[in-house]
């Protein structure tokens, strides 16, 4: 399931601007859409928002993307910078983001000050983030045009220049910006799987195989260990997610298609040689495994093609 967390700035909140257009635009299209009300953000303090996001996040994973307005995009990377090596995201949409300011209110110098020093890694950000997309107004009161070859250089955005609309420029709704289509089309452009060629696909090996045995694995809830005959004369031992929707009595005796030349994988103490392939119901915000098996039965081993 394909998640969008979208990040408002300073003094922003979820309704702002073109915050619930965008919203919609996604849930239409099957994403799920949080926009966070982010604490205090007339008084915004980073490690807050950043300890914030990551509750709202939750465990974030590859198909896990953000959009972010001005402050928020520093959230975002403060956030990324602080996740574990190893995590990868979806990508994110940057509008307006910053690493310096101008025309910086009287009183507001302090608090700026702490989101001005970048002490997290950018680097490190920039790898856990993957691709970043970036909008930049040429006549933002508050961002200066110099901001577009930091983001380029340190954070690897690929970035663009638009019309930020309004006495700002700064894409806010408080100019009236109550719709960003550039944000919308980068996003879905951002999350689109990538084309492949035939010679891509050929390189999957798709088999049918029946299932001989299932037993739970000790210490995972989700996990069923699944022996399947695939037609090589000794059956394989195979992972499977979908102990919490199946009974081990349910599947012995089904006819599944398995990728068979997947790198073997250690689960719970257990190796795991091959991947059965399932559909996904996602319907009410679910993320429910499917069994598909074929309407009349195959020898195992016949490939799928």
């Known amino acids: 399931m394909k998640r969008v967390f979208i990040v408002h700035g300073w003094d922003g909140f979820p309704g702002e601007g073109w915050f619930p257009w965008l919203k919609i635009e996604l849930e239409k299209r099957g994403f799920t859409v949080t926009v966070p009300a982010m604490p205090n953000p007339s008084d915004p303090r980073p490690e807050l928002w950043v300890a914030h996001l990551s509750s709202i996040v939750g465990k974030p994973d590859a198909h896990t993307y953000f959009v972010g307005h001005s402050m928020g995009c520093q959230t975002i990377l403060r956030y990324a910078a602080s996740l574990p090596v190893e995590t990868r995201l979806g990508g994110a949409i940057f509008v307006a983001p910053w690493a310096t300011l101008t025309n910086i209110e009287a009183g507001k110098q302090e608090m700026a000050k702490a989101w001005l020093d970048l002490s997290f890694d950018p680097e490190k950000a920039r790898k856990i983030v993957g691709s970043i997309f970036a909008f930049f107004s040429p006549s933002d009161k508050w961002v200066p ?127 795991s040689n091959g991947m059965v392939i399932m559909a996904v119901n996602e319907e009410q915000g679910g993320h429910v495994p499917v069994l598909l098996s074929p309407l009349k039965e195959v020898p195992p081993g016949s490939p799928v093609s």
């Open 145 to 271: 045009i110099e901001n577009e070859g930091w983001f380029k250089e340190k954070v690897g955005a690929t970035t663009a220049r638009a019309d930020g609309k309004g006495v700002n420029g700064h894409f806010s709704g408080s100019d009236g910006v109550v719709q960003l289509p550039e944000a919308l089309d980068a996003l879905l452009k951002l999350a689109a799987a990538p084309h492949i060629t035939i010679d891509d696909f050929a390189k999957v090996e798709i088999k049918m195989g029946k299932i001989l045995t299932a037993e739970r694995i000790e210490g995972s809830d989700k996990l069923l260990k699944l022996s399947i005959d695939l037609g090589e004369g000794s059956p394989r031992t195979i992972c499977s997610g979908i102990a919490q929707y199946y009974q081990p009595e349910e599947v012995i005796g089904k006819m599944v298609p398995v990728i068979t030349n997947l790198a073997p994988r250690k689960m719970r103490g257990v190796e």
